[in-house]
């Protein structure tokens, strides 16, 4: 067995993931032997290629897209959180070659939103509603980690107002309403939080068109949308006197728990790894 620590990240396709230059400046910063990979992995072998990690000397793996649902079937233990978001994105390869599965996005979207608006997230927003656009895999884990954060009432903005419904299973205590496109301005009357969570506004996808005018001006704006880092919703929130949150540092830290599990150290995010991350974005042009 080789002495050097492997993981990586399968996606399909997944030239274009960050997690190898993120990964790759902690192992460089902490000295580990270790490497971190990108996997094509075509969606019809990843059952093949999640059950070779063990004889591969793998410790464990991230998944993107499309794989975040399908290995739900595939892992031997899948924990609470998992469960919850309906997707995994971490995998652990145990001492016995069994699979257990998490998944950190709810962990990364909160504690990015902790590091940068830290005295609203210790308020819990003032204990105002948050409001979530969007209703996809990344609402799924807004929901799960705002409800767990405490907050008591989140309103979900979606084209299709039932996948928005479909989401008040996962809140737990927190009450949940589905608002259809059209009901946004009376959603975000009172928020003191709001989340993009769609790729509107990404490069390459349509603007995120929103109205701002209802919106409170003390209110955090968080868009996980990291290309580009400022998108359009954070510059108008931030023009009319909101505190903004951008979406890269859900990405760094969504990457920590995995870390730590495979190569026995909790890395800590700082401005040098954003920089490290932003320059490798900017050199592939993703």
């Known amino acids: 067995m080789s002495d050097i620590l492997k993981a990586g990240v399968m996606g399909w396709p997944i030239a274009h993931s960050l997690s190898p230059h993120l990964h790759g400046h902690w192992l460089s910063r902490y000295e580990i032997a270790g490497s971190y990979e990108a996997l094509p992995v075509e969606p019809d072998d990843l059952a093949a290629v999640l059950g070779a990690l063990h004889n591969d000397g793998f410790r464990g793996v991230n998944l993107t897209v499309p794989h975040k649902e399908a290995a739900l079937d595939m892992v031997d233990r899948l924990d609470d959180m998992a469960r919850r978001i309906g997707a995994v994105n971490t995998i652990v390869v145990d001492d016995d070659g069994a699979l ?59 084209r299709t107002v039932a996948r928005a419904e479909a989401l008040a299973g996962i809140a737990g205590p927190a009450r949940l309403s589905a608002v259809g496109w059209d009901g946004a301005p009376g959603a975000l009357a009172d928020a003191g939080l709001l989340v993009n969570t769609s790729t509107l506004g990404m490069d390459g996808q349509p603007p995120l068109d929103l109205d701002l005018e209802a919106l409170p001006d003390d209110a955090v704006v968080n868009d996980i949308v990291y290309a580009p880092l400022e998108t359009g919703l954070l510059v108008r929130a931030r023009a009319r006197g909101n505190h903004v949150v951008d979406g890269l540092g859900m990405l760094l830290h969504q990457a920590r728990g995995g870390f ?26 993703a």
């Open 100 to 158: 257990s599965a998490t998944n950190t996005d709810a962990f990364g979207l909160i504690e990015n939103i902790r590091a940068m608006a830290p005295d609203r997230t210790a308020g819990v927003f003032g204990g105002r509603p948050a409001v979530i656009l969007g209703a996809g895999g990344a609402a799924r884990a807004a929901v799960v980690g705002l409800a767990d954060l405490g907050v008591t009432e989140l309103r979900v903005i979606n």
């Open 260 to 285: 730590r599990a495979w190569f026995g150290v909790d890395p800590e995010v700082d401005e040098e790894l954003r920089q490290a991350v932003l320059r490798a974005r900017n050199g592939a042009g």
